[in-house]
């Protein structure tokens, strides 16, 4: 492997689940951006229409966390940190937003039935607080104290 390439290895588990639950959202909201948009052209709806809207405008942020993520495994070891503290939290953003496009499938997932939708938008806020939540930072230990067990005298 050559020294410019990017060596997938670096990445660590979270960032590697971040991608892929970002991975899923871009895939659902194209999909429902494509069967939804066509089953709209047959038949208008309004609700489906803010739906849709809503899920479009999330799909650029979507993309450009892929461009971000993708950037910083390539050019992490010559940014600056205030550089990656920048990229971080716009990257967090990106991610936040992206979030919000459950808002849109949950829409439209309540315009079909009321128990699908209400289903849909509870089990939608406990799992992005539990992601969120989960998926936290996690500063080091500075206490100075061990994980290790010590033996007692």
């Given at each position: 492997?050559?020294?410019?390439?990017?060596?997938?290895?670096?990445?660590?588990?979270?960032?590697?689940?971040r991608?892929?639950?970002?991975?899923?959202?871009?895939?659902?909201?194209?999909?429902?951006m494509?069967?939804?948009?066509?089953?709209?052209?047959?038949?208008?709806?309004?609700?489906?229409e803010?739906?849709?809207?809503?899920?479009?405008?999330?799909?650029?942020?979507?993309?450009?966390?892929?461009?971000?993520?993708?950037?910083?495994?390539?050019?992490?070891?010559?940014?600056?940190?205030?550089?990656?503290?920048?990229?971080?939290?716009?990257?967090?953003?990106?991610?936040?937003?992206?979030?919000?496009?459950?808002?849109?499938?949950?829409?439209?997932?309540?315009?079909?039935?009321?128990?699908?939708?209400?289903?849909?938008?509870?089990?939608?806020?406990?799992?992005?607080?539990?992601?969120?939540?989960?998926?936290?930072?996690?500063?080091?230990?500075?206490?100075?104290?061990?994980?290790?067990?010590?033996?007692?005298?």
């Amino acid at each position: 492997m050559s020294e410019g390439s990017v060596n997938v290895e670096s990445r660590t588990s979270s960032q590697d689940k971040r991608w892929t639950i970002m991975a899923a959202l871009l895939g659902t909201n194209t999909a429902l951006m494509l069967f939804q948009g066509i089953e709209q052209a047959r038949t208008p709806n309004a609700v489906r229409e803010v739906a849709l809207a809503i899920i479009a405008a999330a799909l650029p942020f979507q993309a450009i966390y892929f461009l971000i993520y993708t950037f910083l495994l390539e050019h992490e070891a010559r940014l600056p940190p205030e550089r990656i503290h920048k990229l971080g939290l716009a990257s967090a953003l990106c991610q936040v937003v992206s979030y919000g496009s459950l808002v849109g499938v949950a829409m439209m997932w309540y315009h079909l039935s009321a128990w699908v939708g209400f289903s849909f938008i509870v089990s939608s806020i406990l799992a992005i607080f539990l992601i969120r939540n989960v998926m936290a930072p996690v500063e080091p230990k500075t206490d100075g104290v061990s994980d290790t067990v010590q033996p007692s005298p």
